[in-house]
């Protein structure tokens, strides 16, 4: 038996635990201002598709199901071309490089056509770079989008984070073992947070509890 999994050991903690303000903020997943899980409508609409279908269970080709591949693709190449679908002064979020959404970056020529969609929807272009580095290993070229939209003569909104490419965080391990063991917040030893779990209800408990451990 391989070794156990950090994130659901967080969890088994967590309902261990008897302190009516306790935090689990080690797994990733939807949940509402209750803290309680949340599945998303979409999700239940392709739950009830699918059933409905009668599909079977029988094991896929290595290459998987063709048809989801080529919907995969399409949803990705076609993710410029729906930029021209977007009401004019809306604000436009663009990852920089390493696509989260799509898994893939649109081409350099793509790039090339949205300053000019942008200006023509007057759009507020907001960009997200969280992996520059992680595309090619070059962070010049990973940072390319942002400087040609800003050579185009578009101001952009940049939202750097450098907690995947240098992992600088506020806390430290020993002060995670003391929040959980003072304050029954509970998160992952490498001080990875999901802000799923924080609520309006206990963001100001979650924030006094870290001015504790880190005055």
């Not at 635990?17 to 201002?33: E, F, T």
């Not at 696509?99 to 960009?127: C, I, R, Y």
């Not at 990973?142 to 003569?153: L, S």
Request: hydrophobic letters at 35%; one cysteine or more.
């Amino acid at each position: 038996m391989g070794p156990p999994d950090i994130f659901l050991g967080v969890t088994e903690a967590f309902k261990r635990d008897s302190n009516s303000k306790k935090m689990n903020l080690g797994v990733d997943a939807y949940r509402d201002d209750n803290g309680k899980p949340y599945v998303l409508p979409s999700v239940r609409k392709a739950k009830v598709q699918i059933t409905t279908k009668s599909l079977d269970k029988e094991y896929l080709p290595v290459g998987g199901l063709a048809e989801f591949c080529k919907a995969s693709a399409e949803l990705a190449l076609g993710a410029v071309k729906d930029l021209s679908k977007i009401p004019e002064q809306n604000v436009l979020l663009l990852y920089a490089c390493t696509h989260n959404s799509t898994g893939v970056d649109p081409h350099p020529e793509q790039w090339k056509e949205m300053p000019t969609l942008v200006k023509k929807k007057n759009l507020f272009d907001f960009f997200d770079m969280a992996y520059q580095g992680f595309t090619i290993g070059d962070g010049d070229k990973d940072a390319w989008t942002v400087c040609h939209f800003i050579k185009q003569g578009i101001n952009v909104c940049l939202y750097r984070s450098y907690a995947k490419s240098m992992g600088l965080h506020g806390l430290k391990p020993e002060q995670v073992d003391q929040l959980t063991k003072e304050f029954s917040i509970y998160m992952t030893k490498e001080v990875r947070i999901s802000v799923a779990g924080v609520t309006s209800g206990n963001v100001g408990y979650l924030a006094h509890t870290i001015h504790q451990v880190t005055k």
